[in-house]
Each structure stands twice: as C-alpha cells, then as structure tokens.
C-alpha cells in the first residue's frame, strides 16, 4: 500500500518535545516533497510544515514556527518532525503526506519577487494511519 507510516505521537506535559517519524512505504520519500499535517478534534485537517525534496526549502505555519522542525532521510526513506515547547493546542492527529502536484509545478515555488509560496495542501497524498499527540498541562 502506498502511505506513509506515521510514529512517535504520545501524551506529553505542555513544554515537553516529541519526535514523530514517518517511513515512506510503496513510494521513494526522495521524489516529494513532503509535509506534516494535524487534526484536531472537531476541526479540520491544516498542513502544519513542508520541506523540499532535497531539504533546501522548509515551511512551517505561523503556530508552530520557531517550535517544530521538520528534517528528512531520503537515504532510509524517513521523514521527521521534531516538536518543542509543546502546548496544548499541538494536541491532535499527526499525518505525514506527500506533495503529488497533480500536474502543477511542485513545491517550493515562488511568487513575483522571489516569496516562497505557501504548499498547496490540497496536493498531497498517500495518506497513512497517523500517530496521536497529546499534550497535558
């Protein structure tokens, strides 16, 4: 089948760090670019941080920025997402998945002036399971 296979979540004191990792399974990591995604209960799914297919290019929105770090292993075929200074709020439904561009240009890409472009969410696929993340105070 082709996901990704999400782990790491758990329940966590505010403050506290979590790793989640996702091992791609059926496709190459090395070929996307890949994102982190949460789901909260009751709300939507939010794309939550992207990096580049080979690393260069990392985005994360604005309530995780400067908090969560999302890294890749191509060679092993891993993607990671390091939180800190967890909250409350981070707690939710973690899901990596990949950019699949449907016939656009895949991320990054860049607006007039050189500005990253936020990912196209709606773009990505090759959805796993996910991994729970809970955050106590």
């Known amino acids: 089948q082709v996901q990704g296979v999400e782990s790491g979540g758990g329940l966590v004191q505010a403050g506290g760090s979590l790793r989640l990792s996702c091992t791609a399974s059926?496709?190459?990591?090395?070929?996307?670019?890949m994102g982190w995604f949460r789901q909260a209960p009751g709300r939507e799914r939010e794309g939550i941080a992207c990096i580049a297919w080979n690393g260069r290019n990392t985005y994360y929105t604005d309530s995780v920025k400067g908090r969560f770090t999302v890294t890749r292993d191509n060679a092993n075929n891993i993607l990671y997402l390091q939180m800190d200074s967890l909250k409350p709020e981070d707690s939710g439904m973690y899901y990596c998945?990949?950019?699949?561009?449907?016939?656009?240009?895949?991320?990054?890409?860049?607006?007039?002036?050189?500005?990253?472009?936020?990912?196209?969410?709606?773009?990505?696929?090759?959805w796993g399971q996910g991994t729970q993340v809970t955050v106590s105070l």
């Open positions: 059926g496709f190459r990591l090395d070929e996307h670019a």
């Open positions: 998945a990949a950019d699949l561009s449907l016939g656009k240009i895949p991320w990054p890409t860049y607006a007039r002036g050189g500005i990253l472009e936020t990912p196209r969410w709606d773009q990505f696929g090759y």
